[in-house]
């Protein structure tokens, strides 16, 4: 399986903390699927950072690719094909984080591991 995190669910892995469920936690650990968290996700947590909304123990820029490097979770990069995905995606969620990770699923094949409900009505697969 190709896993894409969402944000939320990177920094649930990385900081351990128990709201992950069993099933992500079971498909991120095995050996046979690989683990991307994409740079919108970056960019989330950044801005969440710079607003206040986000403590981190070090920078977003130390912070993420630190973790990513610990945990062996690759970078998905936002590409051109992602982007204009976004404008076939219905008004279902706002949240334009979370509709980039949705195209990105859709374009590449991916698997998003969420727990938000919203982003189960868009044609994308989920585990949760």
């Known amino acids: 399986m190709r896993l894409l995190l969402d944000t939320c669910t990177f920094l649930w892995i990385v900081g351990g903390d128990a709201a992950l469920s069993a099933r992500v936690r079971d498909a991120f650990v095995d050996p046979e699927n690989d683990v991307f968290v994409s740079a919108a996700s970056a960019w989330e947590i950044a801005v969440k950072y710079r607003l206040g909304r986000l403590p981190l123990p070090a920078s977003p820029e130390q912070f993420v690719p630190a973790q990513r490097a610990a945990h062996g979770i690759d970078a998905l990069a936002v590409d051109e094909e992602a982007a204009l995905q976004v404008a076939k995606l219905p008004d279902l969620h706002r ?29 994308v697969r989920t585990l949760w």
């Open 95 to 123: 949240d334009p984080f979370d509709r980039m990770l949705i195209a990105q699923a859709i374009v590449g094949g991916l698997v998003l591991a969420t727990p938000d409900d919203a982003i189960r009505e868009y044609p």
